[in-house]
């Protein structure tokens, strides 16, 4: 049998660290929890969330070529029904949409800002938060890099 991504199966912790724990997996493999793939919420001490020996359920998140295997016990769980909602016009992810006014806001003729509908959501976790905040600052990196070197006319030589 082989492990597919997405898959979810049992296993057996069989070595805890202090970045993760090791769970052995059907056919002798065996497979890394990071610690922040343990449960929904932050863990500073794994060791208050596995024992050695311990069934877990898992999903296998990654396998890469040298065939380690990535897994997650959080994303094997069911998620809370505060996640399941729609996530709502900005993704659910806590930030405005790039755009060319300030803040993300809709400009009206008078040149105010409109006051945003309240919206509820569900609060991004701080994983979400972390990869979305990276994204932007890459893609606003990338504009001012862009933007400098036509402003100084710089061209390459080779």
Known sequence: MELAVGEIITGKVTGITKFGAFVSLPEGKTGLVHISEVDQSYVSDIRDHLTEGQEVKVKIIAVDDNGRVNLSIKKAQPRPDSERRSSGRNGGNGYAQRSGNKRGQPRTNGGTYAARPAVKEAPASFEDKLKHFMQDSESRM?????????????????
């Open 142 to 158: 990338a504009d001012y890099r862009h933007n400098i070197d036509r402003k100084n006319g710089s061209r390459r030589r080779k």
